[in-house]
């Protein structure tokens, strides 16, 4: 079944463009939103007037991927620009030569649907974020046992790596993005936020009972506009977070088993840190969604399988040590 050249989705009905000569999905064949040649080259000599068509029911997502709002434009045909419309999966209608150098700004014209004070400044958005993760982490490892025991800073400690795990993960998608020219910051989600406030408030009002309540949380992410072609740029951009997790992991591991055993627990609590990078990454290579291993999936499946089979591997292996008292005492006590 032939592709789109510029979504690389699956189509049944193809569209040949006459300027290019490449096969474009439905949403694509224009020639102005597959970005062809032949409009860049007549754009350079006279002002370009296109058409504002309308798009419906469109599913393309770009991660945490779970780490990218959508940004619903809305330009005169004076900029050259397309009117685009979007179910919340984030896909943007644009030249990438029209996107504003400042898209974050209040003048920028950008409306970000489901994105909490979508012009604060990203150093707000990143310490709330990081507050109410790390607030989840405290009521997801609370355990009256290891304070009895004296261990009540491990509960604070696996916060912190919990904080940094998520922060690490979308930090690298951020990066990568700037490194390759898109415009991002971290921003807090609507419905995340409502999502990680409900989990604080139902987790604090079950602390310490028999059945916990479940603690989800995704307050925010890195918003990273022009992420809807398939390449190179854009399939890195998805691939860094996971593999930020990977390296974070295998850094943890490896630190756990060279911490001397006379400072047990703090190895075995470090080793259980590692788990925790191994396990958001893992999760954010499943190949649906907004998460990242669907666009992963896309743009090299080699790439792909290799990170899922080092995740989950590690992952594995890490989850045997920790959970295996026998094995626990003999690496991390003895």
Same mark, same amino acid.
């Given at each position: 079944?032939?592709?789109?050249?510029?979504?690389?989705?699956?189509?049944?009905?193809?569209?040949q463009?006459?300027?290019?000569?490449?096969t474009y999905?439905?949403?694509?064949q224009?020639?102005?939103?597959?970005?062809?040649?032949?409009?860049?080259?007549?754009?350079?000599?006279?002002?370009?007037?296109?058409?504002?068509?309308?798009?419906?029911?469109?599913?393309?997502?770009?991660?945490?991927?779970?780490?990218?709002?959508?940004?619903?434009?809305?330009?005169?045909?004076?900029?050259?620009?397309?009117?685009?419309?979007?179910?919340?999966?984030?896909?943007?209608?644009?030249?990438?030569?029209?996107?504003?150098?400042?898209?974050?700004?209040?003048?920028?014209?950008?409306?970000f649907?489901?994105?909490?004070?979508?012009?604060?400044?990203?150093?707000?958005?990143?310490?709330?974020?990081?507050?109410?993760?790390?607030?989840?982490g405290?009521?997801a490892?609370?355990?009256?046992?290891?304070i009895?025991?004296?261990?009540?800073?491990?509960i604070?400690?696996?916060?912190?790596?919990?904080?940094?795990?998520?922060?690490?993960?979308?930090?690298?998608?951020?990066?990568?993005?700037?490194?390759?020219?898109?415009?991002?910051?971290?921003?807090?989600?609507?419905?995340?936020?409502?999502?990680?406030?409900?989990?604080v408030?139902?987790?604090?009002?079950?602390?310490?009972?028999?059945?916990?309540?479940?603690?989800?949380?995704l307050?925010?992410?890195?918003?990273?506009l022009?992420?809807?072609?398939?390449?190179?740029?854009?399939?890195?951009?998805?691939?860094?977070?996971?593999? @930020?997790?990977? =390296?974070?992991?295998?850094? +943890? !591991?490896l &630190?756990?088993? $060279?911490?001397p055993?006379? *400072? %047990?627990?703090? /190895?075995?609590?470090?080793?259980?840190?590692?788990?925790?990078?191994f396990?958001?990454?893992?999760?954010?290579?499943?190949?649906?969604?907004?998460?990242?291993?669907?666009?992963?999936?896309?743009?090299?499946?080699? @790439?792909?399988? =290799?990170?899922?089979?080092? +995740? !989950?591997? &590690?992952?594995? $292996?890490?989850?045997?040590? *920790? %959970?295996?008292? /026998?094995?626990?005492?003999?690496?991390?006590y003895?």
């Open positions: 079944m032939p592709k789109c050249y510029h979504c690389a989705e699956e189509i049944l009905q193809p569209f463009c006459d300027g290019c000569g490449q999905c439905s949403l694509h224009d020639p102005i939103i597959h970005n062809c040649s032949i409009v860049k080259e007549e754009s350079s000599h006279r002002p370009y007037q296109p058409a504002q068509p309308s798009y419906t029911n469109v599913a393309q997502p770009s991660s945490t991927q779970p780490q990218y709002a959508a940004p619903s434009y809305q330009s005169t045909a004076s900029t050259g620009a397309m009117r685009g419309t979007t179910d919340g999966t984030y896909t943007w209608y644009r030249q990438e030569s029209l996107i504003p150098e400042d898209a974050f700004s209040p003048d920028s014209g950008i409306d649907k489901g994105i909490l004070f979508p012009y604060k400044s990203e150093f707000i958005h990143l310490s709330i974020g990081s507050a109410l993760i790390f607030v989840i405290l009521i490892f609370y355990s009256e046992l290891l009895n025991r004296g261990y009540g800073w491990a604070f400690m696996l916060a912190g790596f919990y904080m940094t795990a998520f922060l690490f993960h979308e930090f690298g998608h951020r990066q990568v993005a700037k490194h390759f020219g898109f415009p991002t910051k971290f921003r807090l989600l609507t419905f995340g936020m409502g999502l990680t406030a409900f989990s408030v139902m987790g604090l009002a079950t602390i310490g009972s028999a059945i916990p309540a479940p603690t989800l949380a307050p925010g992410a890195v918003v990273v022009g992420l809807d072609k398939i390449s190179k740029e854009t399939g890195l951009c998805k691939a860094a977070g996971p593999i @930020v997790n990977l =390296v974070y992991g295998v850094i +943890l !591991l &630190l756990s088993f $060279f911490i055993n006379t *400072v %047990y627990p703090l /190895n075995f609590f470090i080793g259980s840190a590692a788990s925790l990078n396990m958001l990454g893992s999760f954010n290579m499943i190949p649906i969604g907004i998460l990242d291993g669907q666009n992963i999936f896309k743009w090299s499946k080699a @790439v792909y399988f =290799v990170l899922i089979t080092s +995740l !989950l591997t &590690l992952l594995i $292996f890490n989850y045997i040590i *920790v %959970y295996d008292p /026998n094995l626990q005492l003999l690496i991390y003895y």
